[in-house]
């Protein structure tokens, strides 16, 4: 996409999100999904079919800001999102040739682009509070497919990406945003970011394909991180290169962990800029 020309606080919004997306998948090094050393424990994705996918999201993100402007959470915004939200994961669909590059990433964004554009100058907290009042409300028509998610919240009794967006995002509060907010090194501070979060989640994408044993052992390698200073430091970088080493092995990708970046990295730049930051007239944003 290069740079991109914004007219309007919706296509702000979107292009934000492409961004946020952009940014979470060039993050290197990430253990088990792609970025720009290697595609992790997928051997169906790449990184330039990453951006791909990223970039063919932008209208239909501009379409959830511009069909939630001014709205009050409710079903109706709620079956709205909803329907676009759909559109979208087929778009993704048709540009990977049926490969799942941002299935989670478009429902976290999508309800926080949503809430986002609702009410004007929010701060991150409010902004993911209301999303979850939105994903809240239910949504008639959304299909009750057999998915990797259902499957691992039924066997593992865990909340999965519906229930993080239903309880507010709170890892996104309590762990992305925290880290995103200390650090003055870009790209330790989303690492950092990324382990804090992944040593907490129950990711239904890990569990699914590596069950409760894999995920204990992610997320106290993640906590390792963490322990030994951070990827800033000598001994906490060695740990991130440990945790890429078992991840590897364990053949697993924590890819609920990586929405999640992507969308505390959203919310992270809207606070940076101001939802008002092109209100009047165009903005460029390098994607
Ligand atoms: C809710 C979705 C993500 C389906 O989730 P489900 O748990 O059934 O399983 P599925 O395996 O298909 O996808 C889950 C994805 O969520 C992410 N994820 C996994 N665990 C977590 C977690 N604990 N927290 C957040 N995200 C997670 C991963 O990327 C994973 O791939 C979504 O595909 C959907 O139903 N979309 C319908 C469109 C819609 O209503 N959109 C409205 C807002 S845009
Ligand atoms: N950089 C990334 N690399 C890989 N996955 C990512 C990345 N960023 C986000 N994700 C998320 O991970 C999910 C893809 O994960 P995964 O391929 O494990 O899921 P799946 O298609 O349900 O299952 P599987 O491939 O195990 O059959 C997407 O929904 C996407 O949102």
């Not at 990295?265 to 460029?284: A, H, V």
Request: positive net charge.
């Amino acid at each position: 996409m290069g740079k991109i020309v914004v007219f309007n606080t919706s296509e702000y919004l979107g292009a934000l999100a492409v961004k946020a997306l952009v940014d979470e998948v060039c993050l290197t090094p990430k253990p088990g999904l792609v970025d720009e050393e290697n595609n992790g424990s997928h051997h169906d994705l790449t990184l330039s079919m990453m951006k791909a996918s990223a970039r063919s999201l932008y209208p239909f993100f501009v379409e959830m800001a511009q069909a939630s402007k001014g709205k009050q959470p409710s079903q109706l915004l709620r079956e709205t999102l909803g329907e676009i939200g759909r559109n979208a994961e087929e778009k993704m669909f048709a540009v990977t040739n049926g490969i799942n590059t941002h299935k989670g990433a478009i429902w976290s964004l999508g309800l926080l682009i949503g809430s986002a554009a609702s009410q004007g100058n929010s701060t991150s907290e409010e902004i993911a509070k209301r999303a979850g009042k939105i994903a809240r409300f239910e949504d008639a028509f959304m299909m009750k497919r057999l998915t990797n998610g259902m499957r691992a919240k039924k066997k593992y009794g865990v909340n999965g990406a519906v229930g993080e967006a239903k309880a507010g995002f709170p890892h996104i509060i309590k762990f992305v945003l925290p880290m995103l907010r200390e650090t003055k090194n870009i790209n330790h501070s989303r690492l950092n970011a990324l382990m804090a979060v992944m040593a907490h989640l129950d990711d239904t994408c890990i569990l699914h394909r590596g069950g409760t044993l894999a995920l204990e052992k992610v997320k106290e390698g993640a906590r390792a991180v963490l322990r030994n200073g951070g990827v800033g430091t000598r001994e906490g970088f060695q740990s991130l290169l440990k945790l890429n080493r078992l991840v590897e092995a364990l053949f697993v990708s924590p890819g609920g962990s990586a929405d999640l970046l992507a969308a505390g990295l959203f919310l992270y730049e809207l606070e940076k800029r101001g939802i008002g930051g092109n209100s009047d007239g165009n903005t460029s944003l390098r994607l």
